[in-house]
């Protein structure tokens, strides 16, 4: 009977815990936070057939803080966000393939090339920039001429053709210049 209490009080501190370490998913952890997580889920486990719960919640408590001090050094010092989670790798350059970079990241072409089918992306050269970040995401940037329409871009075009029109139709000369133009025409049709 005695395991069942320690096993609800290992879930409830392991919610706990985890509630208060973040909110990010497994594809956002840096190796550290892995390394943290999975021996938090080791650690939870122990207990449960041996006695030492206090311990283990304690040990569990301290997992985190460490997690904590490691996210606040990183948000404070530019060169530990370098050193504990990395900093993104360029792989593809204005539709070229760094390959050298690939190799530092024992990445293949082919496999590169899955990861941009998986967005969407049909061909390399619509790709300003791509990078890999450091929790092994593809993060992306597409030519001008190759980025979706998007809300504003529509807008602009509607101004500036809303504007071409009030300046056609507010200028003293449109109407000697249209009537010019007409008469041309009709002088031509007849």
């Known amino acids: 009977m005695d395991f ?8 409830i501190s392991g919610v706990f815990f985890l509630r208060i370490s ?30 030492s719960v206090t311990k283990t ?8 803080l460490f997690t904590i001090i490691l996210e606040f050094l990183q948000l404070k010092l530019n060169f530990m966000e370098k050193i504990i989670t990395g900093k993104s790798i360029i792989v593809i350059d204005n539709g070229n393939i760094d390959e050298d970079n690939l190799k530092k990241l024992r990445l293949t072409v082919d496999q590169l ?4 089918r998986q967005q969407g992306i049909s061909q390399i050269d619509y790709i300003k920039s791509a990078t890999i970040e450091p929790n092994g995401q593809l993060g992306y940037e597409l030519k001008r001429e190759y980025r979706p329409l998007t809300v504003g871009d529509f807008e602009k075009i509607i101004c ?14 449109s109407e000697v210049k249209y009537k010019h133009m007409n008469n041309t025409e009709n002088k031509k049709l007849k």
């Open 57 to 64: 919640v304690i040990i569990a408590g301290i997992f985190i």
């Open 160 to 173: 500036s053709q809303d504007n071409k029109n009030k300046v056609t139709n507010n200028n003293i000369f």
């Open 22 to 51: 973040g909110r990010k998913s497994i594809s956002q952890m840096t190796i550290a936070h892995t390394i943290i997580m999975i021996s938090i889920g080791s650690l939870i486990v122990q207990p449960i057939a041996e006695k």
């Open 4 to 11: 069942i209490w320690n096993s609800l009080i290992l879930l």
């Open 113 to 116: 090339e899955m990861r941009l």
